[in-house]
Structure formats: structure tokens, C-alpha cells
């Protein structure tokens, strides 16, 4: 069965620190995975999408996404935290959504 | 180029009464996605389109809920005998072809009483 779970439902950083999203998954064949961001009362963005021509994956505003198969992760990662990336993020596989990370960043 | 458009944008509604919810997709994408979203949760899987038929429709809570798309374009999602349970956001969502990049439509807030 296909699943995604995203490990953390918050995750507070301060501005100018890197962040670190989790999200493993659960395929029974190569999937098709994302990440979405989705800012208060605004509608939903993709981030980045994992195509399997490469395993490190850039998105906007900085961030990037690692394939590991071997660990079936697909982690989300900004090396310096803005205080305009405050905003829930959801990990998706095929078209089943994560439950969501609500990332806060401190001044 | 015009987005995904949803309407209405606000459904109040009684227990017990039937909606309508209809999404217009991107022009030309092929694939139509509907979700729920309720408050903190993510969005729940409900419908996937691909042309004019249901490719996956696993994630239907029950036969209350339906969902039609018959020329390949706009798609109406229908609920009957609304209980409270089916308060939540609607997103509709469009891609070019299935199992890539979601373009999502504001949503129709679904408030039943």
C-alpha cells in the first residue's frame, strides 16, 4: 500500500538556521513524490518534485529535497530559514497528502 | 492564463440536504484531482480524473459522495444527505497529466449545519 508520513507536526527553527523536514514513504513501485507548502489563508504551491533523473532535487526559495531509496525518505532542507517560509508543508506521494508540518521561525 | 477556478467560493447547507461543489480546471490538463482539507489536517485524497473517467476514486468516504467530469473538463463533485462530518474545505486540483504537478483551485469552504 502506498503511504507517506511526515515525522514531525512542528518544527521551529530560528531565522537564518537551517531547516530540516522529514518524510518517509511506503511505494510498491517508483513513486512520484513532492513537496507543497501552504501559507496561511493561501492556497496550495509545489515546492519541488522528484522525477527520478536525479536524487537531489532543487525547488523555490532555497530548497531541496533528497531521494534516498534505500531509506525511502524524502527529506525536505533550507540551508538558512526565512521568516517568509513560516508556513505548513506537506510531503506527497502519488496524491496522498502527509499530514503536514507547520514550520515556525523564530527572529 | 486563468488558474483553477472553484465555486461557490462559501456553501452553508442543513444536515440532510444535497451540494454541489464545481471546479474549472487549467485548459488543456487532463488529469482533475478533488480533496477535503478539514482545519490541521492535510488534505484528504478523495477523486482522481484522467479525461472524462474516474481512474481512482479509492478515496470516496461512501456512495453519498459523487463525482462527475463528462466532456473532460469541468468537474462537479456531488454530496448527498450532508451530515455535519462533511464540514471542510474542498480542493480541486488539475494537472497536465496524472501523477505530476497539482495546480490547485482556491477550494469551496463547506460549512453544514
Known amino acids: 500500500a502506498q503511504s507517506v508520513t511526515q515525522l514531525d507536526s512542528h518544527v521551529s527553527v530560528s531565522e537564518g538556521t537551517p531547516v530540516l523536514l522529514r518524510c518517509n514513504y511506503s511505494s510498491s513501485y517508483s513513486p512520484s513524490l513532492f513537496w507543497y507548502v501552504q501559507h496561511p489563508n493561501k492556497g496550495l504551491q509545489l515546492l519541488l518534485k522528484?522525477?527520478?533523473?536525479?536524487?537531489l532535487v532543487k525547488g523555490i526559495n532555497g530548497f531541496e529535497a533528497e531521494f534516498k531509496k534505500s531509506e525511502t525518505s524524502f527529506h525536505l532542507t533550507k540551508p538558512s530559514a526565512h521568516m517568509s517560509d513560516a508556513a505548513e508543508y506537506f510531503c506527497v506521494l502519488d496524491m496522498r497528502f502527509g499530514a503536514g508540518t507547520r514550520l515556525t521561525v523564530k527572529p | 492564463g486563468a488558474g483553477v477556478s472553484q465555486t461557490p467560493s462559501n456553501k452553508v447547507t442543513e444536515k440532510g440536504k444535497y451540494v454541489e461543489l464545481r471546479c474549472d480546471p487549467i485548459s488543456g490538463h487532463t488529469a482533475l484531482y478533488w480533496y477535503r482539507q478539514s482545519l490541521g489536517q492535510g488534505p484528504e485524497f478523495l477523486i482522481y480524473?484522467?479525461?472524462?473517467?474516474?481512474?481512482?476514486d479509492s478515496g470516496l468516504p461512501n456512495d453519498r459522495f459523487f463525482a462527475v467530469r463528462p466532456e473532460g473538463s469541468v468537474s462537479t463533485l456531488k454530496i448527498q444527505r450532508t451530515e455535519r462530518g462533511d464540514s471542510a474545505v474542498y480542493l480541486c486540483a488539475s494537472s497536465l497529466v496524472g501523477f505530476n504537478e497539482q495546480f490547485f483551485g482556491p477550494g469551496t469552504r463547506l460549512t453544514v449545519l
Open positions: 480524473f484522467q479525461g472524462t473517467g474516474a481512474a481512482d
Open positions: 522528484y522525477t527520478s533523473a536525479a536524487t
